[in-house]
């Protein structure tokens, strides 16, 4: 079992910034790798970012070189910074751990990106 809780959303205007947490307790050793996923209004859930135990990171296209999605295992958290908002990057933000074939989630996070 893995528990999971995003931090960190709000409201912010078009070219701001955010940073979102995720604090992870549990069975952490079992974690494959940590993710974040959004959710707009109407859509499916999307990958947005995603670290493994190593380090080695992963995004969309969407997001390449305005997010950056990082891990402290000392403290159990990881954290997706988003910078250059977009209206289009609007919705919950859910983070994601993969355990052997599982996925557990968490309550998720609003994010609001006036233009």
């Known amino acids: 079992q893995v528990q999971l809780v995003e931090s960190g959303g709000g409201l912010v205007q078009a070219g701001g910034s955010l940073r979102l947490s995720c604090a992870y307790s549990g069975s952490i050793f079992s974690i494959i790798f940590i993710s974040w996923y959004r959710q707009a209004p109407g859509n499916k859930r999307e990958l947005v970012a995603k670290?493994?135990?190593?380090?080695?990171?992963a995004y969309a296209d969407s997001v390449k070189g305005r997010f950056t999605i990082s891990r402290d295992n000392a403290k159990n958290t990881v954290t997706l910074q988003m910078n250059s908002l977009k209206p289009g990057d609007t919705g919950v933000y859910y983070c994601?751990?993969?355990?052997?074939?599982?996925?557990?989630w968490g309550p998720g996070t609003q994010v609001t990106v006036s233009s």
């Open positions: 994601n751990a993969l355990v052997r074939s599982t996925d557990y």
């Open positions: 670290i493994t135990n190593g380090g080695t990171t």
